[in-house]
Structures are given as structure tokens and as C-alpha cells.
């Protein structure tokens, strides 16, 4: 991935401003040192990056990145992108989008709001999907709908398990109703995954909401979430405005929906790869029992 | 005519409502209460009825018609137990081989502390789901509003119709206004960028027919709608189950679809 970026000559000139201006970006901070936003304990950059970003302190889920998330899970050199060059039309004529889509691929360095692929997860082939939140909030548009669908489409054909892991902000409401039914597409892709036999599992990350948590966010087999986290149909802003009160803390927090029913377990970030691997390993290994072996 | 008349339209408090349309499409209805897991939602009015002679199962989005019963209906905003209980109706729909006629009207699936904590997002995602692969014939008609997920819940169908004053939009036109533009007096251009009218909608292949309300009398539209319905079940019915789920997943597999498909095999 470092070496992509290094050796990627840039395209046009919006481009190479953007990498030059990579180093005074207030969102993507460059000094050795970050402030916990929960407990303002100050970590060392490096540190950060040992402990999977989170607080040594009190355990805060720091926010990254979809290729960072990606390295965390999967085994070295395994992952296999695919439809990385799919991009996203104005096809309403949405005014302002075709420049919002500039817009966040240069701040994302990213193509879309989504990075699928295969991969190996200790061992195991798996069909993996990240959102990425810094392409206008993981918002679901066509080219969303339509790499998560694929990529249930193939491991369907390949029997081959999904790990998906959720951030966004719901339906991408420049692209309407086109949006909207990405909805149902991905859903019918998640249908039948499932009706063939496959596992589903769904990790859950900082804020999920609208229509991808009443999509294949909610559809899993399999729900899990960081700790923290923000999981909502509609989300709290929203809900004050409606009934004009606030809301009690912790409302629409993981730990909430656990408490709920709605999640089977809540994962801290370090804890992921140890957790899909058994979880794999329950589902794929050889199944015992089915010979007639004595005990 | 600009999409913001078409909303106040679709909006239009004297605009008949899911029940209306239950009376004159169908007789011997008999309506069926309750989710089996929480309770039952006045939002959503389920049950059986005959369209002609073909017993069917309907869903309905009820918002009211006075003070009164816009409360008890929650003004057509169901909740999580509203989409469960038709998802339920629905399922017994395929097991006796009952074709399902869905009204949507409602602004949106209900944004409240009760539907969150029920599960307001696995409830839509698992009709979404589900409806995907009934094996039985589903007609969806919008007769008002259709407001996002908490429309598509009951929208997952072989057509997809719309009464020509209708509207069913990803956001509400201020909702779009205020997020995007931080200024709820675009209200109006919001309604026109969204693409949200029936013309619109069937240019975009999101909706399969517009029902015309351009007759004196609204009876003469529930007797196109009666017509129609009956024609097209009738189609379905004999089509293998597989192709008619085959069929209903390509409805929605096309929009964004990917000519050029990249070779990742
Ligand atoms: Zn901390």
C-alpha cells in the first residue's frame, strides 16, 4: 500500500496539491503526538499504532482508515482488491456532487466509499468488505451498493465467507432513490449468500447509521461492534429534533444495542483478528462427529 | 409541474388513505393484529381479502384522516414491530400461495427512542431481505408519500407502482434542504434535485407504472388499480417459483449495476 502511493504518479495536478498539502492537514495530523478525545491523555503517534489506535488509557477506539483497518485483519500479502477503479456519476446532475466526489477521493485517497476483495484470515479464504468513513461519510451510493452485491455475489459462487465491516452515515442522498435501492440490492446479495449456506459476519465500527444499518449492517449471521460505538437507524440528532429532548447517555452506544439483543458480542479493536479466526475456525474447520470414528 | 407541488400533493391531508384504498380494491377484508413479539402497530394495518376472486394478503400504511386517528396511527410512521408484523402476514402470505399487495404511505419508518431500542434498523433490513425471496407475487403501490427505508420495508416487490401525485425519495425534501445546505427555505429546489415525482422515477426504472389520477371521480382509479393488480397476479401466479424470485432480484440488481464487469475471477 505505502509503496502504491510513493510510486503512483499523480494523475493531474489537483492531485499532486493534494498530497503536498497532505502535510498541513488538520485531518490527517502529522505531529508525534495524539490527544485522546475521551480522557486527554497524550500517546505517542508510534505507540498508537502498536496498540491497534486505541487508548492506552482508557481504551478510546481512535478513528482510522479502511487500508489501516484492512492491515490489521488480514494475513500478510493476502489481500486481493476488487473493482478498486469503480467511481461514482452525477447521474441526477445533483448539484455540488460531481465536486464532493473530487472532493473526498482527494481527502480519502480513496476511489469510493468502500474497499471489498478476498483475502486470508489465518489461513481461512475469506470475501472481505471495509467502509471507509472519510470518503463522504461511507455513504451508500450505486457504486457502494454495487461492490458490496458483487462481492457477496462472488462468495456465493466461491462458498466462500463475508467479513464486512460497517461505518456510514446511511443512503447517499445526492444520488435519491438510486441510493435508496442499494438498499434492497445488497440486501437480495446477502439473501442469498445465506440461503446457500454461507457465514456472514458483520463487525460494526463508529457511527453506523440510516440505510446500511437497515440494510446488510443488521443482515449478518454474525453481529459484532468496537466498543463505543454509534449504531442507529436515525441518529440522535435527528431523534432530539423530533421529540425535542435529550437523549439518555449511552442511548444507540454498542453497549447499548447489547443490551438490547441486537449484537452478539462487542470487540475491542485488538481483539478482532483473534476473535474472526475462531469464529472461522467454528464454521469451517472440518466438522467433527460426522465420521465413525470412535471417541 | 415542479416537484414541490407534487409533494404538498402527495402530502394533502384530504387524500385518501391506506384504508380507503383497502375498501374499495377489496372485499371480505378481515384485518389481522399484532407482531407476536411486542405488539401491534396502528401505523401498519395487515390482513386478507379477496381482489375480485383471488384471495390476497395487504399491507397497509395508515396515517389517518382526523386529529384523532392521525395520533393513533402515529400520523403513518410505524414502528419496528410495524415491520414485523407484515413481515409475519407476509410469510404466511407465501405459505398459503397469496399473492401480496403492499400501500405505502408513510414520511418515514418512526425516529424515536421506543423504535431504536426495538430495532428499527434490523426490523427494515430483514423485510428488505425476506421480501427478496418470497415465493409469491408482490405488487407495492405508493399512494402518497413514500418516505426512505421505512417505505422501501414494504417496497421490495416484482412492480413497483405510483399514483401519478405521489412522491418516494431517500430523504424528505427538508430534510435534504437543512443537511446538505444548512437552509430549510431550499425546501423547494431540494424536491427538484432529488428526483422524487412519479415521471421522474419511472424514467429512472425505480417505479414500473403511473397510476393517472386524472378522472373526476377516485373511484375510476381504484377500478384501474383493481384491474391492474388482478392482470398482473394472474401473470405471476403461473410463472416457477425460482423465476419469480429471479426476476424480482434483477428488478433491484440493475440499478448501479456495472456494464464492463472487471475479470476477478
Ligand atoms: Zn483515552
Known sequence: ?295 | MEAYKRVALARKKTRPTGLDYIENLFTNFIELHGDRCFGDDPAMITGLGFLLDMPVTIIAQERGKNTKSRVKRNFGSSHPEGYRKALRQMKLAEKFNRPIVCIIDTSGAFCGIGAEERGQGHAIAQNLMEMMALKVPIVSIIIGEGGSGGALALGVADEVWMLENAIYSVISPEGCASILWKDSSKTKEAANCLKLTAQDLLELEVVDKIISENHRDFKLVYKELKINLYKTFKKRKVLPKEELTQLRYERFRKFGAIEEKELID
Not at chain 1, 119 to 134: A, N, T
Not at chain 1, 184 to 192: D, F, L, P
Not at chain 1, 205 to 227: K, N, Q, R, W, Y
Not at chain 1, 269 to 275: A, D, G, V
Request: positive net charge; proline residues 4%; glycine residues 8%.
Open chain 1, 1 to 295: 500500500m505505502m509503496n502504491k502511493v510513493l510510486f503512483k504518479k499523480p494523475k493531474n495536478e489537483l492531485e499532486t496539491s493534494s498530497r503536498f498539502n497532505r502535510k498541513t492537514n488538520p485531518a490527517i495530523p502529522q505531529e508525534l503526538c495524539r490527544s485522546c478525545p475521551s480522557c486527554k491523555n497524550m500517546s505517542f503517534r508510534s505507540d498508537l499504532e502498536k496498540n491497534y489506535h486505541i487508548c492506552s488509557k482508557c481504551g478510546y477506539h481512535f478513528r482510522i482508515n479502511a487500508r489501516q483497518r484492512l492491515n490489521m485483519i488480514y494475513d500478510i500479502g493476502s489481500f486481493i482488491e476488487h473493482n478498486q477503479n469503480l467511481t461514482s456519476v452525477n447521474r441526477l446532475d445533483f448539484p455540488g456532487y460531481t465536486e464532493k466526489l473530487e472532493q473526498a477521493t482527494l481527502f480519502s485517497h480513496e476511489k469510493e466509499g468502500v474497499i471489498t476483495g478476498v483475502c486470508k484470515i489465518s489461513g481461512f479464504d475469506v470475501c472481505i468488505f471495509v467502509m471507509e468513513s472519510s470518503f463522504m461519510m461511507g455513504s451508500m451510493g450505486q457504486v457502494v451498493g454495487e461492490k458490496i452485491t458483487q462481492l457477496f455475489e462472488y462468495a456465493t459462487k466461491h462458498h466462500l465467507p463475508v467479513l464486512g465491516f460497517t461505518v456510514s452515515g446511511g443512503a447517499r442522498m445526492q444520488e435519491g432513490m438510486l441510493a435508496l435501492m442499494q438498499m434492497a440490492k445488497t440486501s437480495g446479495g446477502v439473501k442469498r449468500h445465506s440461503d446457500a449456506g454461507n457465514l456472514y459476519i458483520a463487525v460494526l465500527t463508529d457511527p453506523t447509521t440510516g440505510g446500511v444499518t437497515a440494510s446488510f449492517a443488521m443482515e449478518a449471521d454474525i453481529i459484532l461492534s468496537e466498543p463505543e460505538a454509534l449504531i442507529a437507524f436515525a441518529g440522535p440528532r435527528v431523534i432530539e429534533q423530533t421529540l425535542r429532548q435529550r437523549l439518555p447517555k449511552g442511548f444507540q452506544k454498542s453497549e447499548f444495542l447489547f443490551e438490547k439483543g441486537f449484537i452478539d458480542r462487542i470487540v475491542p479493536r485488538n481483539l478482532h483478528k483473534e476473535t474472526l479466526s475462531n469464529l472461522l475456525t467454528l464454521h469451517l474447520a472440518p466438522k467433527g462427529g460426522e465420521t465413525h470414528g470412535s471417541l
